[in-house]
């Protein structure tokens, strides 16, 4: 117990700087992130029915001629989507320049933004050129006085280029520009209250750097495409049934490839980028669904983590090297398919991939401590056999051993060699005690009968009870010997029947009934005949001896949920609670007994070499019932 508890807690300190150590640094922040991928793939959720996307797609190239289009183009589609009753109308275009070409078409653009009341348009962040100071750019004057709402427009890029997270709040010295979907979401009326208040309360100020607040991931609706979307050259001629946008959440941005406002994303990838209008209907279905996905705090984080990473510990010590290699391999698993299903079921994500290194190296690690703690026992065991058996006895055979473990285990085999020579010479010495010592008492005995009365009486007693003691040790060490490898088919009932008949002579002589329960048809065991009838029968002569004269002795037997269960009850004195915990050991007995001490003993040594137990409960002058139990025989 100390060994395996030593292993737990070697092991369970690895595991833990493992977990721990990759989780605080995101070493494997890369793998965390396919696993947020693939939660997002396997989970799509219904096309919302109030967003609609109006793309300048190559088909609209094709018609309308080449980038950038004519103002006026913007004002009437604008125009036209008013007329259909769109309930926002987010530009995700960008107007921070004049129109050079026709200065004029300005104005008609902001008459058309002014008369919509509902047009949302960009806020960019850039550099004014490489490595330089941050600006930001906003739409035209004339625009941003008639538009309705302005929003960052913007997608966070991880290390591997996958856009998974946005920030809700952005700007050059203070976050004071909310997201692009969110001022959507707040011209629509359909912004979260969660959402709806002012910046976060004292969010850093840094002059001329860009400052951030409240980074989330989102929960994406499905592949690029599953979003409605209409042809911006369709919806400007009109071509498509009248209240197609009425009430409608209404995103106009580029798709064509050219433009190039493609992002990768967990539903996407790189090989297919989702177009940044398609992303900023994600994140304003995310948003007003409360599908946008906080992520753990590292102080929480790391102790879920070391959780996770030590829950193999609880199974490794008690399944066998199979089944817990299983085990291990069927909670990595689980562990992994629950982080990935954690941001769409409880809005939450967790970096698991520490916990998961420590879960794959949790078998290896558990496997090697182990081994050091098997090698220091063969060592302290060696060296004992060496105190009890003599260096040269243990000495491994002559030879090159693969390694250190190796040559132990060619000492232990050595010992063993040494031992079953001990065991021959044992069993010599029980040979001589059955002859030599046993026949001697024996003639002895039989000879009383030509001594004179007085010397019959002193000599009868003792004589009697050595020649019994003699019998009952060499029962015993047969039964401590006992080769399992060597058990028959045999029928328990009829056992128990023959040993009943047995004690019938000395059970009559005690005026003790004896009343046999036992089943008609055979109850099958594997063992020894001999020693499970000499079990049987002692249980019941150790009754019929401490039953009052006149009474009963029961034996029954049943047979059921694998076991064979045979019970010896009788209305003696009983047995007295401070010996029970002593009454199967060696030289101990019921009091009164005047035995020999092994009796009981030997039916323990007998009931566990065979699979079973015996045990024992006794009210004092009421009831003593002995229970002995045997695995069934398997057919």
Known sequence: MRLIFGDRSSSALILLAIALTVTASGLLGRLDNLLYDLGQRLNTHPVPRDIVLVAIDE??????????????????????????????????????????????????????????????????LESSRVNGQLLETLPLPQLLEHAAGLGRVHAELDADGIARSVYLWEGVGAPVWPHFAQATLKVAGRVPPALAGQPPAGAEVRPFALVRATQRRIGFLGPPGHVRTLSYAQV?????????????IVLVGATAAGMGDLLPTPVS????????????????????????????????????????????????????????????????????????????????????????????????????????SAGRFLDHELKRLRQALGPADTRAPRGRAADPFQSRIREVQAAAHRLRHLQEERRETLAFISHDIR?????????????????????REPL?????????????????MLDTARFEALDFAGLTHQAIDDAFVEARAQSVELVRALPVDPVWVKGDFDLLHRAILNLILNAVRHAPSASRVEVTLEAGAGSAVASIVDHGP??????????????????????????????????????????????????????????????
């Open 574 to 635: 009983g047995v007295p609670a401070d010996a029970l915990p002593k009454l199967f050991q060696r030289f101990s007995g019921r009091a009164g007994e005047g035995g020999t001490g092994l009796g009981l003993y030997f039916v323990r040594t007998v009931a566990e070499k065979h699979g079973g137990t015996v045990t024992v409960e006794s009210v004092p002058n009421k009831i003593t019932r002995f229970v002995l139990s045997l695995p069934l025989a398997l057919h």
């Open 236 to 248: 400007l001629t009109g071509d498509f049934a009248p209240g197609t946008f009425r009430d409608r």
């Open 439 to 459: 026949a001697p008492l024996a003639s002895a005995l039989m000879q009383l009968d030509e001594l004179p009365p007085d010397a019959q009486t002193r000599l």
């Open 269 to 372: 990838g790189l090989a297919a980028p989702m177009s940044g209008v398609e992303f900023n209907a994600n994140v304003v279905d995310a948003m007003r669904a409360g599908r946008l996905i906080r992520e753990v705090p590292l102080p929480w984080a790391l102790p879920l983590a070391g959780a996770l990473a030590l829950v193999p510990l609880l199974w490794l010590p008690r399944l066998n090297p199979l089944g817990g290699l299983l085990a291990s391999l069927a909670w990595f698993a689980g562990v992994a398919l629950g982080a990935a299903s954690l941001p769409v079921w409880a809005g939450f994500w967790m970096p698991v991939t520490g916990s998961l290194l420590a879960i794959l190296l949790a078998y290896p690690v558990w496997s090697w401590r182990r081994l050091e």
């Open 464 to 480: 009697t009870r050595s020649v019994g003691l003699a019998e009952a040790f060499l029962r015993t060490s047969r039964a401590e």
């Open 59 to 124: 088909n609209s190239l094709s018609q309308i001629g080449r980038w950038p289009w004519s103002r006026r183009l913007h004002a009437a589609l604008i125009d036209r989507l008013k007329a259909d009753g769109a309930k926002v109308i987010a530009l995700d275009i960008v107007f921070a320049e004049p129109d050079t070409a026709d200065q004029p078409a300005d104005a008609h653009l902001a008459d058309a933004v002014a008369r919509a009341g509902n047009v949302v348009l960009p806020v960019l």
